[in-house]
């Protein structure tokens, strides 16, 4: 059994299956890598996996549990932290505040308790800061604790926004596109950044990514989609070799 099961996954947007059928595993401690052209269904199967979604078909299962009884602010309990193609993050607050809503979004507003029990929430948000502070060491964001997100340039928005993921503890990072808008130079620091979250923090990483010298870098396995279904899945060698993988891109079609 695979730690992160997708089974015959499929969904439909009115009459376009954007997700087909599609079945892939991922083991732990690696990085897998979905690929595919623009509209194949990359960013829906994230969806899917955070709940965002209800499939018309299929499951997904974590550690062997389905998480489709799972509601999208459920997900991170579940030990699911996601970026996003385009940077999510509170512009107008400074980058603590931006990781310390990352941290609360792991156990919700309790409003009951912040009233009754004081104490342990005190002791909560130390815990919440302490964990903040051992990702902004490890992301090397010191420099920038307290500047405010929109004065920052892009390639550290970037970086914030994986920090944001980072402090809920995930133990399976979704990452959307890590590499669009930055330049060669920043993504090779992605790429670095990647390598170091597997291999020091633990952390599973699914990936979605068109920069494929990031892509043949960081992936321990690489699945290409096209059209919502599965086309190919190996290292990423095998995967750019493969035939079908290479008239999707080209766009001339295939049997
Ligand atoms: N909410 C939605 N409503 C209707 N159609 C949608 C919706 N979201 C996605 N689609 C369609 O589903 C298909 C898959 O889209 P998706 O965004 O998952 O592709 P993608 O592989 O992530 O593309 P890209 O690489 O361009 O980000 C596309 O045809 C898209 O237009």
């Known amino acids: 059994m695979s730690w992160l099961e997708v089974e015959n996954l499929t969904l439909t947007f009115g009459g376009l299956k954007a997700v087909d059928n599609l079945s892939f595993s991922v083991e732990p401690d690696t990085v897998y890598t979905i690929i595919g052209p623009n509209g ?10 955070c709940r965002i979604y209800d499939p018309v078909a299929g499951d997904v299962r974590l550690g062997g549990e389905s998480l489709l009884s799972a509601k999208p602010h459920q997900i991170v309990r579940r ?35 912040e009233l009754f029990f004081a104490g342990g929430q005190l002791e909560q948000e130390l815990a919440h800061r302490r964990k903040a502070e051992e990702v902004i060491e490890f992301l090397d964001l010191q420099a920038h604790r307290h500047a405010r997100v929109s004065d920052l340039p892009y390639g550290i928005r970037k970086k914030i ?7 809920a503890g995930p133990e399976l990072l979704l990452l959307d596109e890590p590499s669009s808008g930055l330049t060669t130079e920043e993504t090779a620091d992605i790429a670095f950044w990647i390598e170091d979250i597997k291999a020091d923090l633990g952390i599973t990483v699914v990936m979605i990514e068109h920069d ?8 321990d396995k690489v699945l290409a989609i096209a059209e919502g279904r599965f086309l190919a899945e190996g290292t990423a060698a095998e995967v750019q070799d493969n035939q079908d993988v290479q008239h999707a891109y080209l766009g001339t079609g295939h049997d």
Do not use: C, W, Y
Not at 96 to 113: M, Q, Y
């Open 40 to 49: 194949a269904g990359k960013s829906t199967v994230f969806n899917l996996i």
């Open 79 to 113: 030990g699911i932290a996601r970026t996003f193609q385009n940077i999510e993050l509170f512009e107008h607050a400074t980058m603590l505040e931006n990781l310390l809503i990352g941290r609360h979004s792991r156990d919700g507003f309790k409003p009951l308790r």
């Open 212 to 219: 494929m010298k990031l892509v043949n870098k960081v992936s």
């Open 161 to 167: 926004e994986i920090a944001r993921a980072l402090v």
